[in-house]
C-alpha cells in the first residue's frame, strides 16, 4: 500500500503539513502546521503515475521523465548558465516549447530544433516597452499555437516602481502578430483556445479566449475573509480540479480545489468559486517560498509541482481527505510541465557530411587563409567557423577567413565547422591541419 502523508501529534491538535481547507466558513487563519517527513521510494512513486509525461528543467537543459520516476531522458544539452532553458511546455504529439534568452525555441524530444523565433516587444499597462529574456513559454495540447511572455520589474517615467507583465500568443511553427494580449502572468492552457492567466488586483484568476480578452473568473478574496497573492495555476484536463500557488515568501502553499462548471469553455462570470479542498507544501513542511509550476497530469489523478527539494508528484486524496494524499519526489528539477505526450524520442536525423571543409590560401605570417564549409546533405541553413591552433580554439576567431599572426608560425592551423538545420540535429567537421611557416 502506497505510503501517506505522516502528520505531526502535538498536546493540542494534529498539525501535518496538509490541512484541509475550511469551505462553509471560511476563515482568515492560517492553517496549522509542522516539520513532517514527506514519504518517497517506490511506493510512493507507483501510486504517482498519471500517464503521459512531463517536461523540466534540470542544471538549465530540457529533461523528461514518467510520472512514477521513470523513463528519464535528457532532451538538450547546450543549456549554460548564462543562457538557460527556461519555461518548458509539451503538446500532446510530443513538441516542446521552452525560452532561451529571447526566443521561443520548439524542438523534438531528442532535442532537433523545429522552429525558433525572437518576439518583438510588447508594452505593459502603462505604455512601457517589455522585451528581452522571456520569462513564460506554453504550447497549447494541440500544439497550433504557444503563450509567452514577459514579468519584469521597472520605474517608468511617470509611474511606480514595480513587477508589471504582458502575455501574448503566437502561432507555434512561426511568429504571427499578437493579437490575444494581457498584462497578466504564467499563461496556461485550458483548451486549444483558452488560457488561464494571473495577476492584476486581488491577484486574479482570469480566463482568456484567443482573440479576446481576460475575464475574470475569481480571485481569493471571494474564498478566504482574508486575501492573499494567488496564481500560477493549471486547471486538470476534464476541467474539474485546480491547483494553485498560494501566498508569498516565506508563507507560500500549493492549494487545490473541486472546480463546479466548465472553465474550459463557460462564460467566466457565469462559473462559480471553486471550493478549496487542501492547503500545504509537498516538503519537510508546511510552506514552501520556492514552491512553482502546479501542473495536472493528463487523467487529473496528480500534479507535479517544483520546490525546494526538486521536482514532487502529489497524488490527492479523494475530496478533502488530505491526510490520504500521495507524494513522491521525483529528484532535481524545476519548472514542471505534465504532457499527455509518451516519452519517445525519435532517433536524431543528422546533417550528412559529403566532404570536409578545406582551406586555402598562402601558409605564411600575415596571410590570410580561407575555409569552406565543406559538403552537406542536405544544405546547412548556418554554419559557425572556429579556427584552431594545433587543436586550441584561437579566441576571436570565427569566420570564414583568418589572417595569421607571429604566434602561428611553426604550428598546425584548422578549422572546425557547426553546420544546423531546423529539424536536424546540428553536425561538425574539421579540416585537415596545415603547418605554418
Known amino acids: 500500500m502506497p505510503k501517506q502523508l505522516l502528520a505531526l501529534l502535538t498536546s493540542a491538535f494534529l498539525a501535518a503539513w496538509l490541512v484541509a481547507v475550511p469551505t462553509a466558513t471560511p476563515s482568515a487563519a492560517a492553517p496549522a502546521s509542522a516539520a513532517s517527513a514527506a514519504p518517497t521510494g517506490p511506493a510512493a512513486r507507483a501510486a504517482a503515475t498519471g500517464g503521459g509525461s512531463i517536461v523540466f ?33 509539451m503538446s500532446d504529439a510530443g513538441i516542446i516549447a521552452a525560452a532561451r534568452g529571447t526566443y521561443v525555441v ?26 528581452g529574456v522571456l520569462n513564460y513559454v506554453a504550447i497549447s495540447p494541440n500544439g497550433k499555437r504557444v503563450a509567452y511572455g514577459w514579468s519584469q520589474y521597472s520605474c517608468p517615467i511617470g509611474a511606480s516602481c514595480q ?117 500545504g507544501s509537498p516538503g519537510a513542511t508546511a510552506t514552501d517560498e520556492k514552491l512553482h509550476d502546479p501542473t495536472w497530469s493528463p487523467d487529473g489523478t496528480a500534479f507535479a509541482i517544483g520546490a525546494t527539494e526538486g521536482l514532487w508528484v502529489v497524488r490527492p486524496g479523494a475530496g478533502s481527505d488530505c491526510g490520504a494524499t500521495d507524494t513522491a519526489l521525483l529528484g532535481a528539477g524545476s519548472s514542471p510541465s505534465w504532457s499527455g505526450a509518451a516519452i519517445d524520442p525519435p532517433a536524431p536525423a543528422r546533417l550528412v557530411l559529403k566532404a570536409k571543409p578545406t582551406l586555402t590560401g598562402v601558409k605564411a605570417v600575415g596571410k590570410r587563409l580561407r575555409a569552406t564549409k565543406g559538403s552537406w546533405s542536405p544544405a546547412p541553413a548556418t554554419v559557425r567557423y572556429t579556427w584552431l591552433r ?24 584548422s578549422v572546425k565547422v557547426v553546420v544546423s538545420k531546423p529539424g536536424l540535429a546540428s553536425a561538425s567537421a574539421r579540416s585537415k591541419a596545415v603547418r605554418i611557416r
Open 106 to 131: 520548439r524542438m523534438r524530444q531528442n532535442g532537433a530544433v523545429l522552429n525558433r523565433f525572437d518576439p518583438p516587444a510588447l508594452t505593459d499597462s502603462v505604455s512601457h516597452p517589455m522585451d
Open 57 to 89: 528543467i534540470r542544471k538549465h537543459d530540457i529533461w523528461l521523465v514518467r510520472g512514477n520516476g521513470t523513463g528519464l531522458h535528457r532532451v538538450t544539452r547546450d543549456g549554460t548558465a548564462s543562457n538557460p532553458y527556461r519555461s518548458p511546455s
Open 390 to 413: 594545433n587543436g586550441t580554439k584561437i579566441k576571436g576567431a570565427t569566420k570564414a577567413s583568418y589572417r595569421l599572426v607571429k604566434k602561428d608560425r611553426g604550428r598546425k592551423i
Open 163 to 279: 513587477v508589471r507583465s504582458v502575455t501574448a500568443v503566437s502561432a507555434a511553427a512561426r511568429y504571427t502578430a499578437a493579437t490575444t494580449t494581457s498584462y497578466l502572468h504564467h499563461p496556461s492552457w485550458v483548451s486549444n483556445d483558452r488560457l488561464m492567466v494571473h495577476g492584476g488586483y486581488l491577484s486574479q484568476m482570469m480566463l482568456q479566449d484567443v482573440g479576446g480578452t481576460a475575464r475574470h473568473w475569481f480571485d481569493d478574496d471571494e474564498i478566504f475573509e482574508s486575501g492573499t497573492d494567488l496564481g500560477d495555476a493549471s486547471l486538470s484536463r476534464d476541467g474539474r480540479r485546480l491547483v494553485a500557488i498560494r501566498g508569498y515568501g516565506d508563507s507560500t502553499q500549493m492549494i487545490w480545489y473541486d472546480v463546479s462548471g466548465d472553465p474550459r469553455s463557460a462564460t467566466p462570470s457565469g462559473l462559480p468559486d471553486p471550493a478549496p479542498l487542501c492547503i
